[in-house]
């Protein structure tokens, strides 16, 4: 291994994060595995919207000459709503409160590679593809990429550097071996996302994609309320599969919400509108905020009901 490489995951390690290098040869490929996603219409409607905007998304550092990918472990964050009287807790789904981690992970890199004055910028690009094929992650049945010592649990950030590409990992993606004989987060899977034939979910139906990103759920998912299991994002395939039980205690404590801020959330009151107390509260979600009401309205609705029972 180079000097640089295994400066920067010795560097890495110390923080339980994990880094793989591939030539920005491959940056053609990885814009393409993408692309064809797109044209076989496989991926959901705002990842198409993106599609142009990951092309130029080297423009910062056109030298690159290497990409350089990093897995950052994450806990869930388990945050507290009042509302008439009760604490209902509700979980995000690990990987969303990350602006410190990544700085940090970007601030690494920079220490490594000032000395050689080397630069170091951000990379836009398609995450699970990158972190498959680098080797870094391999694929789960529910599309997920998975890291040994992280499980699903995880967050992914790429970064161009223009110092020499010492050690290009570019591999064909693989799948997990304990998917083999497993099938338990298809089964699991309210909406059918899980196909038997492919290591590609039906992004269009997953509850991840609908309660991260549209205001209210299609009239399909509104007469299930009882799939929704987390603030935002879905965690019912990961939290089934056994390569993560290691993982799953590992919550941290997230900000509560006085009654009268949840009542605010639930009324729908726009972003703008929040105190700026609650709004540095919710910070997480700022791009995710209009889902967020009727997310919450489900969760609590359905805790009451296991309560009552
Ligand atoms: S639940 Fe089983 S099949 Fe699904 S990702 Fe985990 S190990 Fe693979
Ligand atoms: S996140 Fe939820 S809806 Fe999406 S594939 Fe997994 S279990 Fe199914």
Known sequence: MSEITAKIKEAMKRFRYEAKTVSIAHLPEVQEAVGE????????????EKWHFYLDTNKDLPEAKTIVIVAIPQPFTRMQ???QGTVYPAEIAPGRITRADESHVEEILNNM???????????HLALKTLAVQSGLAKYGRNNISYVPGMGSFLRLIAFYTDSPCEEDNWQEVEAMKDCENCSLCREKCPTGSIPDDRFLIHAENCLGSLNEREPDFPYWVQYQPD??????????CQSVCPVNKPYLKNIVAGPQFSEEETGLILNRTPWDKLPQET???LEFAERNYPPLSSNLSALIEKQKKTRQR
């Open 279 to 281: 709004r540095q509260k």
């Open 37 to 48: 996603l797109v044209r076989q219409g496989l991926v959901s409607k705002l990842l198409y």
């Open 227 to 236: 799939w929704q299991n987390a603030l935002i994002g879905c965690m019912l």
């Open 113 to 123: 590679l000032r000395v050689g004055r080397y630069k170091v910028v951000r990379a």
């Open 81 to 83: 709503f009042e509302w």
